[in-house]
């Protein structure tokens, strides 16, 4: 089972809780229904951009921008 991981630039909200929860309790009604389950969840949210297109010197990578807010580096 694949599914996208939280969204790690910016708070979590229930928005975005919803895929985490929903995937969590459909792996453990599989395995209770002794299904084998793999599960496989990523963190996605590198590579996208504030705004305008890849290249645009007015676009910034999202995890970039949220690391430069709180004086870290996304790398």
Known sequence: ????GPTVY???HIGNMFSQVFTNTL???L???NYKVV???NIT???HLTGGDVGDDNSEDKME???A???VSAH
């Open 1 to 4: 089972m694949y599914n996208c």
């Open 10 to 12: 910016d708070e979590q």
């Open 27 to 29: 792996r453990r009604t």
């Open 31 to 33: 395995e209770a229904w």
């Open 39 to 41: 599960q496989v969840v």
């Open 45 to 47: 949210d590198v590579g």
């Open 65 to 67: 921008a949220a690391a």
């Open 69 to 71: 807010k709180t004086g």
